[in-house]
């Protein structure tokens, strides 16, 4: 079963959040925002994606936020303001999830 997923982190090197955004884009996550994923995975590789991510960051110093969603509390959810980064995301891949 899939789960749709935001993936958001707060990693202080450039090289490791650099290794982190590479792991969510092979895991075909869509990147969002600058430092915010988002997508389905399959529910092992939700959990796989959580440990690859720990493998790579600095627990002292960094942090990564992975949320699982079920479809209705995604359908629930608001965006307000500017919302995702028009460079990054379109309308069509918006309306994948929304």
Do not use: H
């Not at 942090?63 to 990054?88: A, E, T």
């Amino acid at each position: 079963m899939s789960v749709l997923v935001w993936i958001i982190y707060d990693i202080s090197e450039n090289k490791v959040r650099n290794k982190v955004a590479k792991a969510c884009k092979q895991y075909g996550l869509i990147r969002v925002q600058k430092s915010v994923f988002l997508g389905r995975l399959e529910s092992n590789r939700f959990d796989e994606l959580g440990e690859k991510c720990l493998s790579l960051i600095n627990e002292k110093t960094d942090s990564v936020y992975l949320f699982p969603f079920c479809q209705d509390d995604f359908r629930r959810i608001k965006v307000m303001g500017q919302g995702f980064d028009r460079k990054l995301v379109n309308d069509e891949i918006l309306a994948e999830f929304f």
